[in-house]
């Protein structure tokens, strides 16, 4: 005979392990969606590095566990603040593309007013979290936050040359983790802005040409779709030999204790060198699809391989630096 609660369940039931509905988990996970965690994770790395940087070149002390934590949770505040506001701003284009259609907003999983409710949230209490470490950083994080959300998201659908608008977010977290350590905008820093700054116009050129169709069918702007694959080529090619030049500028006098050294340099010029290699690559024609992509497939993975390897040499240089 089988014996039930006072409400009117099996007494069995009650020794079953709380578990959280599978509505509950899906909803967390759209809104950990609405962050980008992968553009996230970038911004923690480069931000690290230019603390690290700052610190080991003697442009002042190592910060303390409790600046450094402190200045890398309202930067990822920051960056998930924007992110949520680019996919509310963008939500119906988002629609309007394949690879973005089953993001949260356009496939209803979420209302629209959750993702500004969290961006402003976000925000609202990170620049004050920021201002705690120095004003410097709190307000280049401001700056990029409205850059990004304010000028890069709406420019899109106005012209191509909004991937320039865009970089300069995209460019700045190395430069706030400088200012985090030192209260002051550096050359060091500004160097490491300017190497985020030249390696994201290639590679989100050859994201534009590997989704072109997908950009013009939802009316926003990218080079590939308004100039000749030539024109795009040597646009990468422009940003590529900037981004060498600035990069062989961490070499020289950064702080007391110098830069970052002829091994440095030499690494570098090769990964500087290889990558001018593979953007020179001809993409063929506009008619000739497949060459096109295969192009941007090529410049778009060595991209990572670049910035992966490049942080790399500066990570290990920068160790060697006597102190």
Not at 193 to 219: C, E, K, M, R, S
């Amino acid at each position: 005979m089988n014996r039930s609660s006072a409400i009117g369940g099996p007494i069995a039931a009650e020794a079953a392990p709380l578990r959280f509905p599978w509505s509950t988990l899906a909803i967390l996970r759209d809104l950990v969606a609405l962050l980008k965690l992968r553009i996230t994770a970038l911004v923690i790395v480069t931000s690290v590095g230019g603390m690290w940087l700052a610190a080991r070149l003697g442009a002042a002390p190592a910060p303390s566990l409790a600046t450094a934590g402190v200045t890398l949770v309202g930067l990822c505040m920051v960056v998930g603040a924007a992110n949520a506001l680019n996919m509310y701003l963008e939500r119906d284009s988002d629609a309007l593309m394949a690879r973005t259609k089953n993001r949260p907003l356009p496939a209803g999983r979420l209302q629209p007013v959750v993702a500004l409710w969290l961006a402003w949230g976000l925000s609202v209490v990170a620049l004050p979290l920021l201002a705690f470490v120095n004003m410097p950083t709190a307000l280049l994080a401001a700056w990029a936050f409205a850059l990004y959300a304010g000028f890069y998201t709406p420019f899109k659908r106005v012209t191509h040359h909004a991937l320039l608008i865009g970089a300069v977010p995209g460019a700045l977290p190395p430069l706030i983790g400088w200012t985090a350590v030192t209260g002051e905008i550096g050359l060091g820093g500004l160097l490491l802005f300017g190497v985020l700054f030249f390696w994201q116009v290639p590679h989100f050129l050859a994201i534009a040409t590997l989704f072109a169709d997908d950009y013009a069918n939802a009316g926003l702007k990218v080079m590939p779709k308004t100039e000749p694959p030539r024109v795009v080529r040597v646009h990468a090619l422009v940003h590529g030999v900037l981004l060498l030049v600035v990069s062989l500028g961490l070499v020289g006098s950064l702080g007391p204790r110098g830069g970052l050294g002829l091994g440095y340099g030499l690494s570098a010029l090769l990964l500087g060198g290889a990558f001018l290699a593979v953007i020179a690559g001809d993409p063929g024609e506009e008619a000739e699809v497949t060459r096109r992509r295969r192009w941007a497939r090529r410049v778009f993975f060595f991209s990572l391989i670049y910035l992966t390897a490049l942080f790399a040499v500066i990570g290990v240089t920068g160790m060697l630096v006597t102190t």
